[in-house]
């Protein structure tokens, strides 16, 4: 019984983390767009002209958007959200497994976690 | 293209629609709409927006394949995380099951945006296996779902790595388990794989492997896979994040079309009956299908229109 309630917790919170992380991607991207269409929505934009190979993505730059109420940087904070939403909910899986003392699923849940870190370095330095 | 170009092929090619070029504020709601549509079929179908995505902004509105993917990869995430919220909590996902294939749809998702983003593969090879994964999704669609009851063997494989559980069937649990955890993860890493290359989540595959490999039932099998989709869309997604293919005037307005309208999708699939709208779908995803492989051979994805 104890193992089921714990299990229907781990629900509840994966499901709430999911429906939080999304609900705020979209309202905080929403706002970037109506930004970004008051800002220069008369500006012409031509999708031929995007680059070969763009320009790497920078904290910095993202920071440094957001400092200034930037309509482009805050619409990257709601993609930058949505992102990292699954991440979060792998994160709070592992610290129910620590909990629940599920040795096996603490190691699965870590292989993932290591793989997407993978990703994250390859992203980083390419 | 040649002059006896069919008309209808005509119609959506950004040469002759000369979408490719607009205003800001054109740009933004178009996109929101064609994702908000995208939204309400994946929705409908189950099988995620990312198959409207990719050949709208590719073939309509000429932006370059791999921004396409990537804006596919974040708008499969939100999709995804949005069902699952509802399916996790209603008790079906199997979060076991679903981590431990997540091992292997993680790994084949970072070899597939590795391949896409360091080798040269021309865009209109993978056009062409868009297209070709598309014609089996329709085909694998529109089969009857098989819906397996496993029982829980003690010592088994499937069994130390916790592979079974119950899910509600007519308001009591009940239990099942599963076969063949390693040959599962082989195609999920394949499922994986195309996630990555393609910004498409990889859905039949998911569910070819569960349903018929492991032997799930169908409830578990659907739900967990969309469970899956997003943390597989992120391990790959990362990589064009990073890079640099995230493009916030395109994927934003693509990101609040794709939640409203699997948001609407699921409330109206809860309305209606879905089987007449399904075969419709799948019509429509073959003709796509056949449009993507068509432009893909007459190197529609590599021409650059001025």
């Given at each position: 019984m104890e193992a089921n309630k714990q299990k229907k917790d781990l629900e509840l919170i994966i499901s709430n983390t999911l429906r939080i992380g999304v609900w705020s991607a979209f309202w905080i991207a929403l706002l970037g767009v109506v930004m970004l269409i008051f800002a220069n929505g008369a500006l012409k934009i031509n999708?031929?002209?995007?680059?070969e190979i763009p320009q790497k993505f920078s904290f910095e730059e993202l920071w440094k958007g957001l400092m200034n109420f930037d309509a482009h940087q805050i619409a990257m904070l709601g993609v930058f959200l949505l992102l990292i939403t699954p991440l979060i909910r792998v994160i709070f899986a592992l610290i129910a497994y620590t909990k629940q003392k599920n040795i096996m699923y603490v190691w699965i849940t870590f292989i993932v976690l290591l793989i997407i870190g993978i990703s994250i370095w390859i992203g980083a330095v390419h | 293209m040649q002059k006896d170009t069919p008309f209808f092929i005509l119609v959506f090619n950004s040469k002759y629609l000369?979408?490719?070029?607009?205003?800001q504020i054109s740009f933004s709601l178009l996109l929101i709409a064609i994702a908000f549509f995208a939204g309400v079929i994946g929705a409908l179908t189950g099988l995620g927006g990312g198959i409207i995505i990719v050949p709208a902004l590719t073939l309509a509105l000429g932006i370059p394949m791999k921004y396409a993917v990537a804006t596919s990869l974040i708008s499969v995430i939100g999709t995804s995380s949005g069902a699952a919220a509802a399916y996790v909590k209603e008790g079906y996902t199997n979060m076991e099951i679903g981590m431990f294939l997540q091992i292997a749809t993680t790994l084949g998702a970072i070899i597939g945006a590795v391949v896409i983003v360091w080798f040269k593969i021309p865009v209109d090879i993978l056009g062409i296996i868009f297209g070709a994964v598309l014609v089996l999704t329709a085909i694998l669609t529109a089969q009857k779902k098989p819906d397996h009851r496993e029982p829980i063997t003690n010592g088994s494989l499937a069994y130390k790595l916790q592979l079974f559980g119950t899910f509600p069937v007519n308001g009591k649990d009940e239990a099942y388990g599963s076969r063949n955890p390693i040959l599962g993860s082989l195609v999920m890493v394949s499922a994986g794989f195309l996630s990555g290359l393609l910004g498409v989540g990889g859905g039949v595959f998911k569910v070819l492997a569960m349903d018929?490999?492991?032997?799930?039932?169908f409830k578990v099998s659907t739900t967990t896979s969309n469970f899956m989709i997003g943390v597989t869309a992120v391990a790959s997604a990362i990589i064009y994040f990073a890079g640099g293919y995230v493009i916030p005037f395109i994927t934003a307005p693509v990101l609040i079309g794709i939640i409203l309208g699997s948001f609407v999708g699921a409330k109206v699939l809860a309305k209606i009956n879905v089987n007449l709208l399904k075969r419709i779908f799948a019509i429509l995803v073959a003709v796509i299908a056949l449009y993507m492989m068509y432009n893909g051979i007459v190197g529609n994805f590599s021409a650059k229109h001025h």
């Open positions: 999708t031929q002209n995007l680059p | 000369a979408l490719h070029s607009m205003d018929n490999v492991m032997r799930l039932p």
